[in-house]
């Protein structure tokens, strides 16, 4: 499961965008800090787990902690961030991107684009008044969450069918066939060409009454004899 980092003082404007972000990204886990400590405590525990978040979302001034009522522009998120996931993306959003240090920031640490990816590893969003730029943030994380899509699915994929997970009897393994089938069938649209003719090696694809994909395991392909 993919998972995004808010990071926003204001708990009206922190709740906003976690229920903006589940609606319209209900597959994808979403976690909030608060202020600075909170938010490198979270990045530090997603590295040591081995879940790290491909995306976070982040005010520019933020308190330093739990206490702090000073709101400050701090680069360790940006800077720790960059160091557990290199190719991560970071969405800064702010009142004043006009700000001269609003600008150096970006400049200084978020200056490099990314080589291969669906869009620049950084950008930023100009708050307003009413829920306009929410829906513009998430509009511009869409071709990130999609990459987050494609690289679950083809991951699952590789565990379930090259690394004989199905064929083995591991029985442990239904429940991740059924969420790589859903996965599958939901984003199918997504999915680059040379991964659906992997799929279709061991299921059989038809066409729903609605238009959607259905895919159907077929035992004989598990067994290479379809």
Not at 30 to 43: F, G, M, P, S, Y
Not at 89 to 115: C, G, I, R, W, Y
Not at 191 to 219: A, C, H
């Amino acid at each position: 499961m993919g998972r995004i980092l808010v990071v926003e003082d204001m708990p009206d404007t922190r709740e906003q965008l976690r229920a903006a972000l589940r609606e319209v990204f209900p597959d994808i886990e979403i976690d909030v800090a608060a202020n600075v400590t909170e938010a490198l405590r979270k990045i530090w525990r997603s590295e040591e787990d081995g879940r790290p978040y491909q995306i976070v979302l982040l005010d520019f001034r933020l308190p330093e902690g739990e206490e702090s009522t000073i709101e400050v522009i701090d680069t360790r998120i940006c800077e720790e961030f960059r160091r557990v996931v290199p190719n991560g993306m970071v969405l800064h959003f702010t009142a004043h991107s006009d700000n001269p240090e609003v600008k150096a920031h970006m400049k200084k640490v978020h200056s490099q684009k990314a080589a291969e990816g669906p869009a620049p590893m950084a950008d930023l969003i100009q708050k307003t008044v009413g829920p306009q730029w929410i829906r513009q943030m998430v509009d511009t994380m869409e071709p990130w969450v999609d990459q987050i899509r494609k690289e679950r699915i083809e991951a699952s994929f590789e565990r379930l069918f090259v690394h004989s997970a199905v064929r083995a009897g591991d029985r442990g393994v239904t429940h991740e066939l059924a969420a790589f089938k859903r996965d599958a069938e939901t984003f199918w649209e997504i999915l680059p060409d040379e991964l659906k003719k992997r799929i279709g090696r061991f299921f059989l694809r038809q066409e729903t009454e609605n238009g959607s994909p259905s895919l159907m395991l077929v035992p004989q392909r598990l067994r290479g004899e379809g």
